[in-house]
């Protein structure tokens, strides 16, 4: 069964040079890039507050994997942490990730600091729809409280996660695992107060981590009893008030992160999981006996969904090779992150098959990198749009490395100055100067490779 709609008139509420869909990393990446080359930027946001799953998920420990490596931040992601610390300090009492945001100061920033680049900020402004014009998009429909509204702009950068507008635009795309398509599981994290932060720290110890070490051991040993199939517990800071910042355990599997009846299961699900880590807690350690959930995540949180097909696929061979790519415009640590999609992992590790319901992390940091060209931010079929972050073209291993939240910031970087200058050229965002776009890059903090150095 279907309906039929009507035609009606859009009308058009705001136009610009860029127009950046999606308010995470990736997108604040874009459109204060975008900004800094002199582009009227306008910025679409689905929620109240930027930050993407920092602010929406909770997940504030977006860097930990650099301790101890020679890796550190580069680009806006460093300015962000750095200027963020300074103006609202960050209380933590572990030592584990000093620089982990505090999720609720950074939405004040970002307030303050797209308002300082003379950004334009739409919330609430959810996008499912594009008008187009041949192979180009003519403006995006904007569903709000008066109705559809359509924004118009010269360059279009998709970084909503989902790769919505690409997909509206005819993009053709990659979804989950290769064979049989599933996605790493959703998650609904939860905060919790009341924790003890002088015995968690006692005589040196990080509690928290000990903790999670226990829980670990208990889940294998089948000792738990819980339902929720994942088996690790991270937590995010302590703080000296005794607030746990995020406990990010309660997930669901087997999702499409695109269909809203399994959006809608996953939220339900995950909060029943909520309940049980936090009585668990509760009731299994002495430190923790008088803990309440403060909050729980105001939204699931993914970790892959849509990919797009652009003029490259960026592999888990060109990442583990560390390819070079002459269009290169991010460089990053050797990171993969991926919970198995259906819970279990083979005992070699492989994430592609069934085995034991052990380890079903995938971290490996060393000293090694891998390049992001600029080929995988460019969907084939659609002339004025760039996709920054998670669901740029990569296989479904790559992409456990590219949703790292800085690299999705960097990758917006990209994204958002390749918009400006194809503004600047009347071009096509494929046909930019590359060495130009390596450039004005190299001028906001990344490090990319000259052609001499490679």
């Known amino acids: 069964m279907a309906l039929v ?23 604040l990446g874009a459109a204060v890039s975008a900004a800094r080359e002199g582009m009227g930027v306008i910025l679409l946001e689905k929620r109240a507050y930027l930050g993407g799953n920092i602010t929406a998920s909770y997940v504030e420990n977006c860097n930990y994997f650099l301790r101890n490596t020679p890796f550190k931040a580069e680009g806006l992601y460093a300015e962000i942490e750095r200027r963020c610390y300074e103006e609202y300090g960050n209380d933590n009492a572990r030592a584990y990730n000093q620089k982990a945001f505090s999720s609720e100061y ?10 300082e680049e003379g950004i334009t900020v739409l919330f609430h402004a959810l996008v499912n729809e594009v008008i187009m ?9 904007v569903q709000t409280k008066q109705g559809p509204q359509a924004i118009q702009a010269k360059q279009y950068i998709d970084t909503t996660g989902d790769a ?12 989950g695992r290769e064979g049989d398509h599933l996605c790493q599981p959703g998650t609904v994290s939860l905060r919790l107060s009341g924790a003890d932060t002088q015995k968690l720290l006692e005589n040196g110890r990080d509690g928290l981590s000990e903790i999670g070490r226990q829980f670990k051991a208990a889940y294998r040993a089948g000792e738990t009893a819980l339902a929720c199939k994942r088996q690790d517990l991270p937590f995010g800071r302590l703080t000296h008030g005794g607030l746990i910042s995020y406990v990010n355990y309660s997930c669901a599997y087997g ?20 309940y049980d880590i936090y009585r668990y807690l509760k009731r299994t350690h002495d430190e923790l006996k008088n803990i309440e959930i403060a909050s729980i995540a105001p939204e699931i949180g993914f970790r892959d969904s849509r990919r797009i097909h ?3 696929k960026l592999t888990i061979e060109d990442m583990e090779s560390n390819r070079h790519f002459d269009d290169v415009i991010a460089v990053f640590p050797r990171f993969y992150d991926m919970l198995a999609p259906d ?3 083979d005992g070699d590790g492989s994430v592609q098959g069934k ?3 052990g380890h079903i992390y995938e971290h490996v940091v060393d000293e090694r990198t891998f390049e992001i060209p600029y080929a995988s931010l460019v969907p084939l079929g659609v002339d004025n749009l760039l996709v920054a972050g998670r669901c740029l073209s990569a296989d479904h291993v790559a992409e456990s490395g590219v949703r790292a939240i800085s690299l999705c910031m960097m990758t917006g970087q990209g994204a958002g100055v390749g918009a400006a200058l194809a503004v600047k050229g009347a071009c096509e965002p494929q046909n930019v100067c590359i060495p130009e776009l390596q450039d004005r890059l190299r001028s906001l903090g990344l490090q990319i490779p000259s052609k001499e150095g490679v």
């Open 255 to 274: 999702l499409d992160p695109t269909d809203i009846q399994d959006l809608s299961k996953g939220e339900m699900e995950c909060r029943t999981y909520v």
């Open 164 to 175: 919505d507008v690409a997909y509206a635009s005819g993009v053709g795309y990659d979804q």
């Open 355 to 357: 085995g034991f319901a």
């Open 310 to 312: 652009g003029r490259y």
């Open 343 to 345: 819970a279990y992992m």
């Open 5 to 27: 709609r009507k035609e009606r008139e859009i009308p058009v509420l705001k136009m610009c040079d860029v127009l950046v869909i999606g308010g995470g990393p990736a997108g």
């Open 133 to 141: 014009e041949g192979s180009s998009i003519l403006g995006v429909i």
């Open 106 to 115: 950074l939405k004040l920033f970002l307030d303050k600091l797209v308002q």
